[in-house]
């Protein structure tokens, strides 16, 4: 027999009775029922319930284990009375009586409980995540992201795609977050940077002749840190394809994403309706540009029924320029009470508050009540109940000023009201591809031109677009959202090197910059560059997901906290005076 083991602890069952059996693993329960102990013995495959009584030779070692010691067990497989039977478990049926136990590892008293899931501080979770794998949800989290990674994989493999490596060592690049420099030993006084993408190398894999590469690709950013977003590395499906418009990688990418969801959705139903939804259109009607499509209230525009109305806050605001109203239906919400919380969840996000409208009826009329109404008189609160298709028993929000400063607002109020009115679906993926994103954004305070997408995107219209207004121009860049989130973001790459330079000079790079920055990439264009694309798809975001959380760390082996710190590592920590001079490096004291 196996030093260890003969079986796992999820593989016993009833066909197994009268064996001798060897088993292995923690001790996640040990339960004392007046001279027979029961302990629930569990590994990575499952639990199996030994128990031993006071005749066996056994029970003293037995009496002396604690939970989440490591110990194996001999003994013999038993049927459990018919009225026992635990089928909650695979291994339900019998149960191990034990005539030998071995201590393998003995455990400290445990700083945080293993059985159950427990509400512990995230601080003290993560400082001991090893303990806190062991927890069904984050060992079942773990596995689930494990057997995603591989659906991808074979889904690549099976429409045609290449596994390819780049490298993890090479330099910075303006992506749009900060990037980690790694300073040279060998070249004092240079930096190496820790890629925040493969993305010039997978269009030089393009350039080199390969027609579908892709990579489960570890990338690292410098961010602040969100629920959804880990502060420092990630990991993405990275793809790029040769001789392909957007409308081929939407053609490539939507079954083997759906196929994926479908495949762990844990029967929640999965939409195939993949809307293609500007990017203009879906700031304009949803606030954002990930859409939560579950929601099915659209917002509008309602400007012209308060310019010049009696409501004098909204009649101000628009006579300044760039301002608008928008209206959030909200059908069925017509109750000054449900009014008052939404209002009261305006002012929980930084508003001052949400107006609104509710809608009754009176005398076989249906009239408009609330201070809006009687603000702007029955003719405009009639128009609005009529552009926006609302009866007796509906309401409607509203929000004014700049669209930028009130629609992250109104994105989340869209989603709250859907929620609180029941009017959203509870469960299931909805996609949505947003498409014509703007190439170029303007700093509020500066006034200066940047990228607002992915630099390397080839803009709409080509050389000729880029001789106007650079606001004007729409890059062929796309998201995916699902279900509230960005899980997927790609572009048609800009491949000629006088577009290139052209697209980088209306951002403030020179081309002696661009030359410098991206020497590989522009030198590759000039020796036949074939029209190419792709995307990235965060892995970490998708078995967000599918593991139905919201808190990104959840289904990270070993993720850092919202401080970008490694509470179980100690990382990050301080150099030794050796490395220091070794890399000929001087650390200056934190500011005050």
Not at 43 to 67: C, I, N, W
Not at 262 to 273: I, K, N, S, Y
Not at 365 to 378: D, Q, R, S, V
Request: with cysteine; aromatic share 10%.
């Amino acid at each position: 027999m196996h030093p260890y083991r003969s079986h796992t602890c999820a593989a016993l069952r009833s066909e197994h009775v009268g064996q001798d059996v060897r088993l292995s693993g923690w001790v996640h329960r040990v339960r004392d029922h007046g001279g027979v102990l029961f302990i629930d013995l569990r590994d990575h495959y499952g639990v199996t319930q030994v128990l031993a009584d006071s005749d066996s030779p056994a029970f003293k070692a037995m009496e002396k284990v604690r939970a989440e010691w490591v110990i194996s067990i001999d003994g013999t497989v038993k049927a459990r009375d018919e009225s026992l039977v635990n089928t909650k478990i695979p291994t339900g049926a019998i149960e191990v009586y034990v005539r030998e136990l071995r201590v393998l590892g003995q455990a400290d008293e445990l700083p945080l409980p293993v059985f159950g899931e427990p509400d512990y501080p995230e601080e003290t979770r993560l400082s001991y995540r090893f303990l806190d794998l062991r927890r069904e949800t984050l060992h079942a989290n773990m596995m689930l992201r494990s057997n995603v990674v591989r659906s991808i994989r074979d889904r690549m493999w099976d429409a045609g795609f290449t596994e390819f490596q780049t490298p993890i060592i090479t330099a910075s690049s303006p992506e749009g977050a900060r990037d980690f420099l790694v300073p040279s030993r060998l070249h004092p006084g240079k930096f190496y940077a820790l890629p925040q993408a493969p993305q010039q190398f997978k269009q030089l894999i393009m350039v080199a002749g390969f027609d579908k590469y892709f990579q489960i690709a570890p990338c690292f950013r410098d961010e602040d840190p969100r629920a959804d977003r880990s502060p420092t590395d990630f990991y993405q499906l990275d793809v790029e394809m040769s001789f392909v418009e957007q409308a081929d990688v939407f053609a490539t990418m939507q079954p083997i994403i759906q196929g994926v969801f479908e495949l762990f959705a844990d029967g929640q139903t999965v939409h195939a309706d993949w809307p293609r939804i500007p990017f203009a259109e879906s700031l304009r009607k949803y606030g954002t540009d990930k859409p939560d499509l579950r929601c099915p209230i659209e917002m509008q525009e309602v400007s012209e029924h308060f310019r010049g109305s009696g409501f004098g806050i909204f009649a101000k605001l628009l006579e300044n320029a760039g301002t608008e109203i928008r209206a959030i239906p909200a059908p069925t919400g017509g109750s000054r009470a449900f009014c008052d919380r939404m209002n009261s969840f305006a002012q929980a996000q930084g508003l001052p508050g949400m107006g609104y409208i509710f809608w009754r009826e009176e005398g076989g009329e249906t009239t408009g009540a609330g201070p809006i109404a009687k603000n702007i008189g029955p003719e405009r609160t009639e128009a609005i109940r009529r552009q926006l298709g609302l009866s007796a028993g509906d309401a409607a929000f509203f929000l004014g000023g700049k669209p930028e400063s009130f629609e992250p607002v109104a994105a989340k109020a869209r989603v709250e009201i859907g929620r609180e009115l029941k009017l959203s679906e509870e469960s299931g993926f909805r996609f949505a591809w947003i498409v014509d994103f703007p190439m170029y954004e303007k700093d509020a305070d500066t006034g200066a031109i940047d990228f607002s997408h992915n630099p390397f995107s080839m803009p709409q219209g080509g050389l000729e677009a880029l001789s106007g207004d650079p606001l004007a121009v729409n890059g062929y860049q796309y998201d995916l959202a699902c279900n509230g989130y960005e899980i997927l973001s790609g572009a048609i790459r800009n491949h000629k090197p006088e577009i290139m330079f052209k697209a980088f000079e209306l951002a403030g790079y020179g081309r002696a910059e661009v030359e410098k920055r991206f020497g590989g990439m522009v030198k590759a264009f000039r020796y036949g560059a074939p029209p190419h694309g792709g995307c990235a798809a965060g892995i970490d975001r998708i078995v967000m997901l599918l593991a139905g959380t919201t808190n990104i760390r959840e289904v990270i082996m070993f993720p850092m906290n919202q401080r970008a710190e490694d509470l179980m590592m100690g990382a990050p920590s301080k150099p030794s005076n050796e490395q220091l001079r070794e890399l000929r490096l001087r650390v200056l004291p934190p500011e005050a």
